[in-house]
Every structure is written in C-alpha cells, then in structure tokens.
C-alpha cells in the first residue's frame, strides 16, 4: 500500500542525502531525549546519488558516513525507497540502505520530473 503512494511522486533533482539524514538524526535524537521508548519508522526516498557536498568532501561518502551514523539511533527502523530509473541504474540507494542497516523497496514506475 505505502509503495504504490510513493510510486506516483515526481522525482529528480539535486540532493545533499547527507544533509537530510543529519536533519533526520537531529530531530529523531530531540525527540527521544523526551520520551526515551520512542519508535521511528523513516522511510527514505531516494535514487542515492548524493550529489550536492555539506562539507567539501564526495557527496555519496558523506552520505554513507551519515547513514551509518543514524543507523546507530535507537528505536528508528529504516525503509530505503530506491528511486533510481532509467536504463543505467548505478545503484547508489542499495549502498545509503546497506550502511542504514534499512531494508530496500524499489519504485515500479519511473515518474521522473522533467
């Protein structure tokens, strides 16, 4: 059910994946500071090309730091939503899933934003 809601949003575009998963580690991290048996379920759509750097260095490692630094977060559980189309598919979300320790869905369209 979840996947074919997700299947009819546009994707594309330039993406900082370390900078929303900071993001993410910042306000789930808030919020178990308050109630501590917080459970998160994140689901992260993404084609995984990291392409837009927060600190100088390669957009897909910083991206990968980040995930294995979230994955550490206790109570989150994580669902990769791969969005990569095309003909060529590099496979960059498999790895962001792998160092979340998240399991990984993939789109069944492309709906790709011009």
């Known amino acids: ?28 991290a808030t919020e178990w500071r308050k109630a501590r048996s917080l459970l998160v379920r994140l689901v992260l759509i993404t084609d995984g090309r990291a392409n837009r750097s927060i600190a100088g260095r390669d957009p897909l ?7 294995r630094v979230l994955a550490r977060v206790p109570g989150l ?12 598919r590099l496979g960059p979300a498999s790895a962001v899933a792998s160092a979340l320790g998240a399991s990984i869905e993939k789109l069944s369209t492309g709906n790709v934003s011009p």
């Open 1 to 28: 059910m979840m996947l074919g809601r997700v299947d009819g949003l546009r994707t594309g575009g330039a993406t900082s994946v370390a900078a929303g998963l900071k993001a993410v580690r910042e306000l789930v």
């Open 77 to 88: 559980r994580t669902t990769v939503v791969d969005a990569e189309v095309g003909t060529v």
């Open 61 to 67: 490692e910083e991206a990968l730091a980040a995930a």
